[in-house]
């Protein structure tokens, strides 16, 4: 009888500690589930954070702590793990907005909803300064960086020999992981349809026999203007010059001809050392594009303002004061360049 209460008490214990143990799992899981469904702090309303390639879960957990996502790392761990969030991610940037979720959160990086990469190309820079910024670029694969200029073109369906003014200025959308081939190709197409629209469209009678030309003298006029509103009269100037067999004489081609030997500072024994592209010293055209031109400015070399002006100089506040005579322009160089008036 005894060994019977003693059997039977045994049993309401191992039941009353089971009945425990799932009461606390199921408040384990109900708190868990809480966890996973409520909305995680946050730093700011929206927070982007970039996740590098081959990140682990916990490499992931720190990434987002330190973008501003309060995220409980040793939960973010567990979850990206059991729901093997890890196995599909794609590297790049993600957009986390006030009110998501660890679900939500997890669901987003296992489905690689990735923000779009942008990279702008700035009018007036050169070849060399777009390649530096492609080169730069975290979220571009790297694969012009060993090519030559000739097997870059070649790679890019580009038959120029030479790479200077090709490729349109503008901000280029690209996925994460996307060649830096594929954005020069887009950037050449671009240019190069810029470029041809504007010809068609070219006024009558200008001193330019190609495309290719005009995008030389575009390169020129985006390097010498100051303010967007006098390009084309900039550009009827040198239209004016290349009429008349005069030199351009225009600093930028100078500077471009020193290439690395250029310090910042133009001598007077620069502007007297030949170069293909000193202007000082050869006329017409130099042989290639100096930067890479803009729509604006392609539009501008090729439908120039009528003016007679032959000359003008930098006010030093943007602007520039055109002159039609030497003797007008010389005072201006004065008054403008040496202080010598107001």
Do not use: C
């Not at 001193?207 to 030389?216: D, N, R, S, V, W």
């Not at 520039?320 to 007008?328: D, V």
């Amino acid at each position: 009888m005894f060994i019977r209460r003693s059997r039977k008490r045994t049993l309401i214990r191992v039941a009353a500690a089971l009945l425990i143990v799932a009461l606390i799992a199921a408040v384990a899981s109900a708190l868990a589930w809480r966890y996973y469904e409520r909305s995680l702090p946050m730093a700011n309303d929206r927070v982007v954070v970039r996740i590098a390639p081959g990140s682990s879960a916990r490499a992931i957990a720190r990434a987002l702590q330190e973008a501003g996502v309060l995220v409980n790392a040793d939960a973010f761990v567990a979850v990206a793990r059991a729901t093997k969030a890890t196995e599909s991610l794609r590297a790049g940037r993600y957009e986390i907005a006030r009110g998501m979720s660890l679900h939500e959160l997890i669901d987003k990086l296992r489905r690689g909803e990735v923000l779009r990469e942008r990279l702008t190309v700035v009018e007036g820079w050169t070849y060399r300064e777009l390649r530096a910024a492609l080169a730069a670029n975290p979220d571009l694969k790297q694969e012009s960086g060993a090519m030559s200029d000739a097997q870059l073109l070649r790679a890019i369906g580009a038959e120029e020999k030479h790479p200077e003014g090709l490729f349109a200025p503008d901000t280029y959308v690209f996925d994460p992981g996307s060649s830096d081939l594929d954005v020069l190709r887009r950037a050449y197409r671009a240019q190069a349809a810029i470029l041809q629209k504007a010809w068609e469209g070219r006024a009558e009678g200008l001193p330019l026999k190609t495309p290719y030309e005009a995008l030389i003298l575009a390169s020129i006029v985006e390097k010498e203007t100051g303010q967007g509103a006098e390009r084309a009269r900039i550009a009827g100037v040198f239209i004016n010059r290349l009429r008349r067999g005069m030199l351009l004489q225009t600093d930028p081609t100078v500077i471009y001809g020193l290439g690395d030997k250029f310090d910042g500072n133009l001598r007077k024994r620069d502007l007297l050392t030949d170069t293909p592209y000193n202007t000082y010293t050869r006329t017409g055209l130099p042989p290639t594009p100096i930067a890479l031109p803009g729509r604006a400015a392609i539009e501008a070399a090729l439908n120039p303002e009528p003016t007679a002006a032959l000359y003008f100089v930098a006010r030093g506040d943007g602007s520039s004061h055109f002159s039609e005579t030497l003797a007008e322009h010389n005072r201006a160089v004065v008054k403008y360049q040496l202080g010598g008036g107001k």
